[in-house]
């Protein structure tokens, strides 16, 4: 069972339909929903064949996972990042334990990286609950892969770890896992104009171990995030770098984003990094470091958001810059992005693990 207190993403569409009317009404003492995300038989199925399963060209099991009667469970180099996933994959509605780091697409380094369509497809049925092991575990689309997640507000996609599943209580508890890690082929203004005319703009991930990402292509699609829950993560993955709960690196304006929650993350809730990806629907609940983050050029749209920090942490609603620390804050693409219709409940200032609560701040050039 798992069964949560959780202001759910299926709250979206009535708490930020609100927004565009001008008023917000939150009953803080009432927020809580039981949801039940354990399942008898993932896909309808009965066995391992329900599980999701790596096949070669000729339709031969390479791997798969092993169902027990109420989850499937999935070797560590089952999509690892030496093992990345280069086919399509299916994952079917259930819950689907990942013993490590789920590695979408090849990763490229040098020279021309995959573009939109030449990568494999990760699908994610609605209802369909990945839970990871580590705290070090990430889940990572490389260039030229997509993610198709299309959940629904009764039936919602999540991102969590095992520990969120066996019982631990989750709701002020972060790190327990990485977060989602998107890599696209979109602009930023970490490369120059001749390393994206020469195909060599291959920009490393923050933290280092999510791949790299950056392009010519700012409406390329990396696929579709429909109600998407990543909740309980943000491990720090080398010192004051951690992972966001929605990491989009370079990432398109051709991707669907809409309806996404973000719930007790230790680093940021959603952070884009160039690219011109937009969201329509965005929520987060008790994210210790920045709600939304945006630089390196990023040129999209937030519509509708609702943030709401803990008691005890969360920093800024929204922490905008051209490009961070010690960089070229006179870069070009400028950063230039737009949020429309944002509520955001902060801690009146609290100190927190990663600093005090405030509003919007826009520096460095963005």
Not at 244 to 273: H, M, P, R
Request: charged letters at 15%.
């Amino acid at each position: 069972m798992f069964s949560k207190k959780v202001l759910l993403v299926g709250a979206m569409a009535f708490l930020l339909a609100a927004c565009e009317g001008g008023d917000v009404n939150i009953n803080a003492n009432d927020n809580s929903v039981n949801t039940d995300n354990s399942v008898s038989n993932p896909g309808g199925g009965g066995g391992p064949s329900t599980c999701a399963a790596i096949t070669d060209d000729e339709g031969n099991v390479i791997a798969e996972g092993t169902f027990d009667g109420i989850s499937c469970s999935y070797d560590a180099d089952f999509g690892s990042p030496t093992n990345p996933i280069t086919a399509d994959l299916t994952f079917p509605a259930g819950i689907h334990r990942m013993s490590g780091t789920l590695w979408i697409g090849e990763n490229v380094t040098s020279g021309a990286a995959p573009q939109e369509g030449e990568g494999p497809i990760l699908t994610l049925t609605e209802g369909t609950t990945l839970a990871f092991a580590n705290p070090t575990d990430i889940l990572v689309s490389s260039r030229g892969s997509q993610i198709l997640a299309n959940g629904t507000a009764t039936n919602p996609i999540t991102l969590t770890a095992q520990s969120v599943l066996d019982g631990i209580e989750a709701d002020n508890k972060t790190q327990e896992w990485g977060g989602l890690v998107i890599n696209g082929n979109g602009i930023t203004n970490a490369c120059s104009q001749a390393e994206i005319d020469g195909n060599n703009c291959h920009v490393e991930a923050e933290g280092g171990v999510a791949g790299n990402y950056g392009g010519g292509n700012n409406a390329e699609s990396s696929g579709t995030l429909r109600f998407v829950i990543v909740r309980n993560g943000g491990f720090e993955v080398i010192t004051d770098q951690e992972v966001n709960g929605f990491t989009l690196n370079g990432v398109g304006s051709g991707t669907v984003i809409e309806n996404i929650q973000a719930y007790s993350n230790f680093d940021d809730g959603i952070e884009f990094f160039g690219g011109a990806a937009s969201v329509r629907n965005f929520v987060a609940i008790n994210v210790w470091d920045d709600s939304i983050d945006f630089a390196n050029g990023w040129r999209g749209t937030i519509t509708n958001a609702l943030i709401v920090h803990s008691e005890a942490n969360g920093n800024r609603c929204i922490e905008a810059d051209n490009q961070g620390g010690s960089g070229n804050w006179d870069a070009e693409p400028f950063t230039y992005g737009t949020v429309n219709n944002m509520t955001c409940i902060t801690n009146s200032g609290v100190a927190g693990a990663r600093g005090s609560g405030e509003g919007p701040l826009m520096r460095r050039g963005t």
